[in-house]
């Protein structure tokens, strides 16, 4: 259980583990590009996902361990409870991603698609020129 806990606060980006370094090395970067919404969106994840982690570390640790079958009717009730929090989670994760594919990815793809076209293009075009004076 010692090893599971300290994989689950590595994920929850707690320092000096880990997740911490990765998590404050991306961001550190995302605010050197100026990219603050994208650095405001993922401290909110990284918040939400932390209370969900620490709450997981607790029903571990401290939680007594409850034994039931899967006819009994507590297990409709969990069901129950746990499915608006999966949902919730699952369209927080498609939400973040679509933000950062449109807020990063987007205007990184396009601006690598300018330059790389209009180099090509007009290496293309003094290329071909020469070779047309060349052969005049």
Not at 27 to 32: D, T
Not at 60 to 66: E, H, L, Q, Y
Not at 108 to 134: D, N, Q
Request: charged share 10%; with cysteine; net charge positive.
């Amino acid at each position: 259980l010692l090893k599971l806990t300290f994989v689950i606060l590595s994920m929850a980006g707690i320092p000096p583990l880990a997740g911490f370094w990765g998590k404050y090395f991306i961001l550190l970067e995302a605010m050197k590009a100026s990219l603050y919404i994208l650095t405001l969106i993922c401290i909110i994840s990284s918040v939400v996902n932390g209370y969900v982690y620490i709450k997981l570390i607790k029903n571990i640790w401290f939680d007594d361990i409850i034994y039931f079958s899967p006819t009994d009717p507590i297990c409709d009730s969990f069901v129950i409870q746990g499915t608006p929090y999966v949902f919730i989670k699952i369209l927080h994760g498609i939400f973040t991603n679509i933000l950062v594919f449109f807020i990063f990815l987007v205007p990184s793809m396009l601006t690598f698609c300018k330059v790389f076209v209009f180099e090509f293009a007009i290496e293309r075009f003094t290329v071909a020129t020469i070779f047309k004076s060349a052969s005049a």
